[in-house]
C-alpha cells in the first residue's frame, strides 16, 4: 500500500501542478474568450471561480483623512490634520519593529473607509449620484439618511478618539475646541503621466459631517 503510494504520489502532484497552472491561465485569457470557457464548465467551478481574478486592479486613489480643528473663542483660529500619510511615514520609519504603528494604521484607515461603506453604500462620489448639486449638500443629506445607525456612530467614536491623541501629539487642548472630520480622495496619476509633476490629480470629496465637540 505504501509503495503504491509513493508511486502515485508524483504523478498526482504533476497533474495538480499542471491543473492549476491551466486553470491560472484559462482565468488570466480576455474576458470574451474566458466567458465563452466558463460557459462550457461544470456548475461547480462556474461557483469556485464567478469572481475571481489573477490581479488586483491597480489603485486609483489615496485616501486623506483630516481633522478639522476650530477654536469656538476665535472663530478665524483653525487647525488642519491630515493623518493618514503621517501614520504611514511612522509605520515605514518603525519598520521591522512597528507593530504599534501598524495596529493604529489599520485601526484609523479601517474606521475610515466603514465610515465610507456606511455612507455611500453603493460607493459612488456625489458628484456621480448628482451632478447638478453640490459635494457638500449631497453629503450631508445622505448622513443625515445614516447617522443614527449604530455602525456609523462606532467608526465615528473611534476617528474621535483617535483625534484626540493626535491633539494630545501635537499640543493643542481639547478645551474651548470642536472637530469635524473631512475624508477626501486624491486621485493618483496614471502610470504614463507618473512622472508628469505638472499633472495635479483632483482630491475629491467624499465624506463631512458638522463641527462637534470632542466627549471626555
Not at 466567458?35 to 486613489?61: D, E, N, V
Request: charged share 20%; with cysteine; net charge positive.
Amino acid at each position: 500500500m505504501v509503495k503504491t503510494f509513493g508511486r502515485i504520489f508524483p504523478y498526482c502532484c504533476i497533474a495538480a501542478f499542471i491543473l492549476h497552472w491551466v486553470l491560472v491561465l484559462v482565468l488570466a485569457l480576455p474576458p470574451r474568450l474566458n466567458s465563452k470557457i466558463t460557459a462550457l464548465s461544470p456548475p461547480r467551478i462556474k461557483t469556485m471561480f464567478s469572481s475571481w481574478r489573477l490581479f488586483t486592479p491597480p489603485y486609483t486613489y489615496h485616501q486623506r483623512l483630516y481633522f478639522i480643528i476650530k477654536d469656538t473663542t476665535r472663530n478665524d483660529n483653525t487647525d488642519t490634520l491630515e493623518v493618514l500619510e503621517p501614520l504611514a511615514k511612522q509605520k515605514r520609519a518603525s519598520a521591522p519593529f512597528n507593530q504599534k504603528e501598524s495596529n493604529i494604521d489599520h485601526l484609523v484607515n479601517n474606521n475610515a473607509s466603514g465610515l465610507l461603506r456606511t455612507v455611500w453604500e453603493y460607493k459612488k462620489i456625489p458628484g456621480e449620484a448628482f451632478p447638478s448639486s453640490s459635494d457638500a449638500t449631497y453629503i450631508s443629506s445622505t448622513i443625515a439618511s445614516v447617522k443614527n445607525s449604530r455602525n456609523y456612530q462606532l467608526y465615528l467614536a473611534t476617528l474621535y478618539n483617535y483625534c484626540k491623541l493626535v491633539l494630545k501629539e501635537h499640543h493643542i487642548s481639547e478645551s474651548g475646541k470642536v472637530v469635524k472630520i473631512i475624508i477626501r480622495k486624491k486621485m493618483i496619476r496614471p502610470f504614463k503621466d507618473i512622472n508628469d509633476l505638472n499633472d495635479k490629480q483632483p482630491e475629491i470629496l467624499v465624506f463631512e459631517n458638522a463641527f462637534t465637540t470632542l466627549k471626555p
